[in-house]
């Protein structure tokens, strides 16, 4: 759907970094740093699907648990419905988490064997919503689990007694447990079957249909993306390169490296994008190239590439791109 982006911003990533040090020897002396994230800006309206995407190790899961503080960022500022997430600690941060959630890319991992399925989904209701009753708890586990297309009659089993669809069905349950009003999808679909995906992906539009709620959907798989995204951010290594809307960016891309990742898409069409094969391998996030980060397997690469860093700049109307060659 057409996006107006002067619409109400939910969620403003301004200058988001987040590097890990680098320990080497007995003392343990910092000898370096990873730049997983390195200074990346975009807005998530309300309301929204925005996809991002990129190759593996690229930084992706890495923005979107810095951006629910799950990890603490080493610069930069996040605003989550007019409040700065960064400024928080301790029980400013807690009484906010209900209103940001996650959904993890491996259900059996997420997922404590120990616990049934009704007190994996009440344990949110336990830590934030101590007023309510045992029997409240109970009913707002069936409604959660009728919610997400599961039998309430399981709430007593255990997590091995399903199929990954099912975990992942019960970790959107427990996410949705506390109504938030912003959910970080991390690659909810990449741990379950092909004939699972489009069921799991049907029910998260569905329940943003429902319930209002906006999404930052992390995939490698660009053909869901397509199909669940308003807006796309590209990645690459630590940085976002290119955003626009989902439309514009799939039939027209204009940075070199979403070119060249678009390009390998599978496509019923006859007439199919020319196929851009990339060189050499992605630089080290330790130790990044000078300049464009892109430049060591950019193909159209100049000198002013490989010494300057490119902007983030908005380079047509709702297209923001980071590339010297870009008017």
Not at 23 to 47: Q, Y
Not at 94 to 116: G, K, S, V, W, Y
Not at 185 to 195: G, K, R
Not at 313 to 325: D, T
Request: hydrophobic share 40%; net charge negative; proline share 6%.
């Amino acid at each position: 759907m057409p996006l107006d982006i002067a619409k109400d911003v939910l969620v403003s990533v301004s200058n988001l970094t987040m590097h890990f040090p680098i320990f080497k020897g007995v003392f343990r002396k910092k000898v370096g740093e990873v730049k997983a994230v390195d200074g990346i800006s975009f807005d998530i309206i309300r309301g929204e699907t925005l996809g991002l995407v990129g190759e593996s190790g690229c930084g992706k899961s890495t923005t979107g648990r810095a951006i629910l503080r799950l990890y603490d960022p080493t610069d930069g500022t996040i605003v989550l419905n007019g409040q700065d997430v960064t400024s928080l600690n301790g029980e400013a941060l807690r009484d906010l988490r209900p209103e940001m959630q996650m959904i993890f890319q491996d259900p059996q991992a997420c997922l404590n064997p120990r616990m049934t399925v009704s007190d994996i989904i009440a344990e949110p209701l336990d830590e934030h919503r101590k007023g309510m009753s045992k029997a409240e708890k109970q009913a707002k586990v069936k409604d959660l689990l009728e919610q997400v297309g599961m039998n309430p009659d399981f709430a007593n089993r255990y997590p091995h007694e399903f199929s990954g669809g099912q975990r992942q069905r019960i970790g959107i349950a427990r996410a949705l447990a506390l109504n938030p009003k912003f959910i970080v999808c991390d690659e909810p679909i990449a741990a379950l079957d092909v004939s699972i995906q489009a069921q799991v992906v049907n029910l998260l539009e569905d329940l943003q249909n429902q319930l209002g709620l906006t999404y930052l959907f992390i995939s490698h798989d660009l053909s869901m993306v397509r199909h669940i995204a308003d807006r796309v951010a590209v990645m690459y290594l630590g940085k976002v390169v290119e955003l626009a809307e989902r439309d514009a960016l799939f039939d027209s891309p204009q940075h070199p490296y979403t070119k060249a990742l678009l390009s390998a898409v599978p496509t019923v069409e006859e007439t199919q994008r020319e196929r851009i094969i990339l060189q050499g391998d992605v630089p080290s996030p330790a130790n990044p190239p000078q300049g464009c980060n892109f430049c060591t397997r950019c193909p159209v690469a100049e000198a002013q590439c490989r010494q300057e860093e490119p902007e983030w700049r908005e380079v047509a109307p709702g297209r923001f791109a980071a590339c010297h060659l870009l008017n």
